[in-house]
Structure formats: structure tokens, C-alpha cells
């Protein structure tokens, strides 16, 4: 699985925020109000993770799975023509369609430049997107002579995640009643 190191920095700190957020609501107003208070908070948690760390980069011996905020796509090494990468990865197939990664190796900066004179350019740090694409290519290119020719491309929605945000919205019209927000 390909995912922004970052994302999990992002997702863990906004678990912290949100628990300190709640927890000290409930302590000085309540559990009433923090009630009310909870589905913005938790609206900004879900942004968090549907932003930052659901989306990512799957491949196993039968193809490539792209999630991206709210869709994911299923790809069979069959279909896949070329996989490539711009600014984010670029998976391009026969119909001819590109689905891109939101999530998973980005193109970074350029490595860094020798420290000396003497050094030679293989000395230089590699991106590790870099890597992260040379390991997707090579799985596509071990996995298409095996691969059988009748794949699917299968493009869904995220439904959990579609679930828990009309949950949400949900919650965030039924606070703005109840505290008077809606009249």
C-alpha cells in the first residue's frame, strides 16, 4: 500500500485535537453541548481522513486499486496501459482513460546535490516516489504476462465514507435546530 506519510501524522493529531476539542466541552459545558458541538468537530476530523488518509495505492497480483476521497477504482493489470507520473500517479488503461492518484507517491523535489566535488550523480538521494513508482511498474510488468485478458476496470463510490459524511451532515442540521441556529 502506497500512502503520504504524512497522512497518518494528520489523521492521529486530529484524532488528538478533536478528543481534547470534545472532551473539554464536555467538561466545562457538558454532555448536552458538547452534543451540539460534535458534529463540526467530527466534520472537520472526516475532512481530515477522507482529505488525507483514505486516499492511497494498492496493488496486488490481480491489479491496481486507486482510492481517492469518495471513489475508488479497481484495475485490472490486463487493461492498464501505462502507468506513469506527473505531478501525482497517472494510471492510464485501454478504454483509454486516466485515473489518477490523489493518494500515494507524488512527484517530490529533486534530489539533493552532491556534497562534494567528487561524489557521483548515483550519491544523489532518490525520491521515494521515485521508488514507489518503480516498484508499481515493475509488479504491472510481471503481473501482464499472466494477467488474465477478461480484468475489469470497476469504478465505485467510497461508501463508507460517503455513509458517515450524510451521517454527519445530518447530525450538524439536527444541532442547528436544536440550538436555534435553523429556525
Known sequence: ??????????LVLGAALAVVLLGDAAIRA???????????VLLALWGVYALLF??????DPNGIRIHNPL???????????????RWQLEVKTDEPRVYKAFGGPVAGRPGRPPLRRGDDDRAR?????IRDLQVIQDAWESARPTAPKDGVVRRSWDIPSAISLLVLIVWVII?????????
Open 1 to 10: 500500500m502506497f500512502r503520504a506519510p504524512s497522512a497518518v501524522v494528520g
Open 30 to 40: 457538558g454532555i448536552g453541548e458538547m452534543l451540539l458541538i460534535a458534529p463540526w
Open 54 to 59: 483514505a486516499p492511497h495505492v494498492r496493488i
Open 71 to 85: 471513489r475508488v477504482s479497481d484495475i485490472a493489470w490486463a487493461r492498464v496501459s501505462d502507468i506513469d507520473m
Open 125 to 129: 538521494r532518490e525520491p521515494p516516489a
Open 175 to 183: 444541532a442547528l435546530f436544536i440550538s436555534g441556529g435553523l429556525r
